[in-house]
């Protein structure tokens, strides 16, 4: 009975009253709550603002470095592969004609030796010395004075009417072929790799800054629900102003980014990688037309070079082929049209090239071949290698420009981020300092 009794005297005691003391440290307690909440606020929003900046910064180097140095340099080294290839075809087409060498040959392949020298120069100052590029640098710089010298040889024994000048034109053709051209392509294939490597770099995605962006926003979300709770007040402006500034900061943060990335891929898909391909096809082009005149040259034994002849337009011209490529990939009406133009050039030439060799092989008519070959006569095979190398030249044109247009799009793109991400950043930082502030003051 007792215990019962008990049992319900306890059930009905009162809760004891607070006293004087945990009264007074309630507001304490919230007091030094609030305080925390301050300091991991403005650090997350300092944090937030420092890495937003600098990513941008970093980002807007890259861009920078890509359309003024990086584009450039893989145009030179274009240029260097071009002006190369088109000298050995200009020096081998040159020894077809009888008599003086004609001028207008002549000026050709000493402009083409003065692009390859200038393109090296730029290329050699502006890449980075690295293991792979310094041995391909001093092959060319090395090597190509030697090719010259070759040439103006073969040139001395031919203005002499001796047979040896096509032996050292054979053997400049070899050297670069060989030797030349490979060192051209790897150096054109370094450039490249590392414009790759800082269009990679400039358009990943800043995730540590946006990261942290979005715990700064999770951050004033909690705190200003815990301030709702506690004192019964639905907003706190100077904090919805930071909150805003911190979310205007990261949406501009991601959108930019996506923005920059954006054209970024458009000036590699539609810019740089077009470029390649109709570079490509323009020096086996170039090597093809070079073939055609050495078989000519070597009278009656240049099987060997008919043969690069007929391997290097199968790579222009056969199924899947360099040309039917660049038409597909296309960005545009210009590329598609420039590719189209290129096709048909190549075809004219494919039937005049036959004809070429049908009077030299089988109809035994040297001169007319020759001239068929070389000739300015519209119909010739040279006429035809002309129009098929201006609509190469006319579609690289055309992509360096949508290259260097997105890439300046990209930064545009960037150009107002950081001043902008640094103003909101200051905004939110205030409007933290301030809101928090506020509620302090009632408890002190």
């Known amino acids: 009975m007792s215990v019962a009794v008990t049992a319900v005297t306890r059930e009905r005691l009162p809760e004891p009253l607070p006293t004087p003391e945990s009264v007074a440290a309630r507001p304490s307690r ?15 929003g300092l944090f937030a603002g420092v890495a937003g900046v600098t990513s941008v910064q970093d980002r807007s180097a890259l861009v920078d470095e ?17 002006s190369l290839s088109d000298a050995d075809a200009t020096a081998a087409s040159a020894f077809l004609t009888e008599g003086p060498e004609p001028v207008a040959l002549r000026e050709r392949y000493q402009a083409d030796i003065a692009r390859a020298s200038a393109a090296l120069t730029t290329v050699a100052s502006g890449a980075a010395t690295t293991r792979a590029t310094a041995p391909v640098i001093t092959v060319l710089q090395v090597q190509l004075p030697v090719y010259t010298g070759l040439v ?9 009417g001796l047979p040896v000048g096509a032996a050292y034109l054979r053997e400049a ?42 715990a700064l926003l999770a951050a004033l979300v909690v705190v200003q629900r815990m301030l ?17 500034a911190a979310f205007a900061s990261t949406l501009w943060l991601a959108g930019s980014w996506w923005s920059a990335a954006s054209h970024l891929d458009a000036s590699h898909r539609d810019g740089s990688a077009q470029v390649a391909l109709l ?14 005149a050495l078989t000519l040259v ?15 337009m199968t790579e222009l011209m056969g199924e899947g082929g360099l040309l039917a490529a660049a038409r597909d990939e296309a960005a545009d009406g210009r590329g598609f049209e420039s590719a189209e133009a290129a096709i048909a050039a190549a075809n004219e030439w494919q039937q005049i090239h036959a004809e070429v060799r049908r009077l030299d092989e089988t109809a035994g008519d040297y001169p007319a071949a020759v ?31 949508r290259f260097a247009a997105e890439a300046a799009q990209a930064g545009d793109a960037l150009s107002a981020v950081a001043p902008g991400v640094g103003l909101l950043t200051a905004l939110a930082l205030a409007g933290i300092a301030i809101g928090i502030q506020q509620r302090l003051r009632e408890y002190r």
């Open 152 to 160: 103006e040889t073969a040139r001395a024994y031919n203005r002499l």
């Open 173 to 214: 053709s070899a050297l670069m072929r060989d030797t030349l051209l490979p060192a051209a392509e790897s150096l054109f294939e370094i450039v490249s790799d590392e414009l790759a490597d800082a269009r990679g770099s400039a358009a990943r995605l800043p995730w540590f800054a946006l990261l942290l962006g979005v």
């Open 371 to 401: 001239a068929l070959a070389i000739g300015p006569d519209e119909q010739s095979a040279g006429s035809a290698f002309e129009r098929l190398d201006s609509a190469l030249g006319d579609g690289i044109t055309h992509g360096n420009q």
């Open 30 to 44: 919230t007091a030094r709550r609030l305080t925390w909440a301050l300091a991991v606020l403005l650090g997350l």
């Open 228 to 244: 709702t709770r506690r004192t019964n007040r639905l907003f706190n402006l100077w904090l919805v102003l930071a909150t805003v």
């Open 298 to 312: 070597a009278r009656g034994a240049g099987a060997e070079y008919e043969r690069n002849f007929t391997a290097a």
């Open 66 to 82: 890509i359309a003024t140095r990086d584009g450039p340099l893989v145009v030179a080294a274009q240029d260097l592969y071009r």
């Open 279 to 292: 570079s490509q096809a323009r020096i086996t082009a170039l090597q093809a037309r070079s073939s055609e």
